[in-house]
C-alpha cells in the first residue's frame, strides 16, 4: 500500500512523495531514498491524534469562515503531523540528529593531537 504524501516546502514549490512499505521514498523524478523510523508508536499515535484534531478545527474554521488563510496554514502543518505518524518518520529529528552526530565527530577531530 502506497501513502501519497505531499510535503511543502513554500507557497510556490510543491513536491511529491509516494512512501512505500519498505519505508522507500520516491520523489517524482524516480530517486529512491531509504527512510529510516526514527519516530516511536507512543510519538507516532500523539502525532497522529494532534494531527487530525488540528485538521478537524481547522476545517471547522474555514467552514465557519472561508476568507480564513490561517486555517489553510493549520490544516498544512496537521497534514504533516499525520503524515509523520504514519511514516514514523520526522525529518526535522533526522535534521537535529545529524548536526548532533557531525558536531561530536568534528570536536574528536579537534580533540587527536597532531604531531
Known sequence: MLVHILISF??????SYH??????LINWKGDVTIL???????????????GFTMLSY??????????KEGALIIAGLAAMKIA????RYCPMIDYVNR??????????????PTE
Open 36 to 50: 529510516q523510523q526514527n519516530v516511536g508508536n507512543v510519538d507516532a499515535y500523539v502525532r497522529l491524534t494532534c
Open 84 to 87: 509523520e505518524g504514519i511514516s
Open 19 to 24: 512512501v512505500g512499505k519498505d519505508n522507500a
Open 99 to 112: 548536526v548532533v552526530v557531525s558536531k561530536s565527530i568534528q570536536r574528536k577531530m579537534d580533540e587527536v
Open 10 to 15: 513554500s507557497p510556490f514549490f510543491l513536491l
Open 58 to 67: 481547522a476545517t471547522a474554521r474555514m467552514i465557519k469562515n472561508q476568507n
